[in-house]
């Protein structure tokens, strides 16, 4: 998750991104899958963007990170990014609907980031997240569910959620409608995304 500049309008962050640095991230890192969720809605969430990067192998973001290919990004990223940058290590999960593939174009998404309150079992709460997640997914005719374990990343700061539950929805989506979230959770946000992902023939192949 990242937020950009402060002199640029979400617009231009979006913009840059899209054109000028998803682009130079390609030509540099052997991703599987690349998409960008750019923030719709609310207007006042601390981030504009939650970027999924897919790896072979988790092990290669650490080493990314710390590779010349990683400090040429973080250069780039500094020309739109402000300092506000959160990263973590996402284990996903199918809840509901067809397996993830490749999307093309311009596709809305909703997320819930989901924190575990200070009493609950992680287990427990990682159970319930699940189940609430099937629970949202029939309640909203949701295409497709997933939910996103986060586990720290080195020198990523403290990512805003302990989970995310990703839903695809023919149309918008009210979370108060639905059930309730079990005692174990905090709903800390509710947005609406625009996702873009990579096409994989731009992909660098996998070796």
Do not use: C
């Amino acid at each position: 998750m990242s937020r950009r500049r402060p002199e640029l309008t979400r617009d231009a962050f979006r913009e840059y991104y899209e054109t000028r640095h998803a682009p130079l991230a390609i030509q540099h890192v052997r991703f599987t899958k690349y998409v960008r969720n750019h923030l719709i809605a609310p207007s006042n969430a601390e981030f504009d963007v939650v970027s999924e990067f897919w790896l072979v192998d988790s092990k290669e973001a650490v080493a990314l990170d710390k590779s010349p290919a990683g400090e040429l990004l973080r250069a780039d990223a500094d020309k739109f990014v402000g300092p506000q940058r959160f990263r973590a290590v996402a284990e996903e999960s199918l809840l509901a609907g067809p397996p993830r593939r490749y999307e093309t174009g311009r596709v809305q998404k909703y997320a819930l980031l989901l924190n575990r309150r200070a009493y609950a079992g992680e287990a427990d709460f990682i159970a319930d997240a699940r189940d609430w997640g099937r629970r949202l997914a029939l309640g909203a005719t949701a295409r497709r569910v997933t939910i996103d374990v986060v586990k720290p990343f080195p020198g990523g700061g403290r990512f805003p959620a302990h989970a995310i539950l990703w839903l695809w929805l023919d149309r918008a989506f009210d979370v108060g409608l639905a059930d309730a979230p079990p005692k174990s959770i905090d709903v800390g946000r509710i947005l609406t995304l625009d996702a873009y992902e990579t096409p994989r023939e731009k992909l660098i192949a996998v070796l």
